[in-house]
């Protein structure tokens, strides 16, 4: 068996031994300040439960306007948007149509529909980002502005 030597920089047997940075300092009496440190709070949104979130790249689907969706239809959910001019505002249409955008369903049971353009073009049209109440309309749904 061969022998191995030990390593050493001067310093007695081997590495010194690891201390931490406010020991260091307090052996060298140097004062150490600490500064505050203040976190922002993670903070989630109230549940959309029977609203429509629009930003500005993405529609958000609550848990219950899901269900009032998938009730009208058995397949897989696909939505038409359109904005109807309401006197002084843009309120946005849902429609239920094979030829619509696919509405990706998600664990939770909330949908997301996930397509800029479309989006985009809601937003161009004048519809606010923010959130809707769905209501029921002959032959589609609409978006009822939520005031805060």
């Not at 549940?47 to 629009?54: C, P």
């Not at 899901?66 to 946005?92: D, F, S, T, W, Y």
Request: net charge positive; aromatic share 8%; with cysteine.
């Amino acid at each position: 068996m061969s022998q191995r030597k030990k390593f050493s920089l001067g310093f007695g047997d081997g590495w010194p031994e690891e201390e931490t940075f406010g020991g260091q300092m307090k052996a060298l009496n140097v004062e150490v300040i600490r500064p505050q440190v203040e976190w922002c709070p993670r903070r989630r949104g109230a549940a959309l439960k029977n609203r429509i979130s629009i930003g500005g790249q993405t529609i958000y689907i609550g848990k219950l306007a899901m269900e009032q969706l998938k009730a009208e239809r058995k397949h897989e959910l696909r939505l038409r948007l359109g904005a109807i001019k309401n006197r002084h505002e843009v309120i946005p249409l849902f429609k239920l149509d094979e030829s619509g955008y696919k509405v990706t369903v998600r664990k939770d049971g909330t949908g997301q529909l996930s397509y800029g353009k479309p989006v985009r073009w809601l937003l161009e049209r004048g519809v606010t980002s923010g959130r809707y109440s769905l209501k029921k309309v002959d032959g589609g749904f609409i978006g009822i502005p939520e005031r805060s």
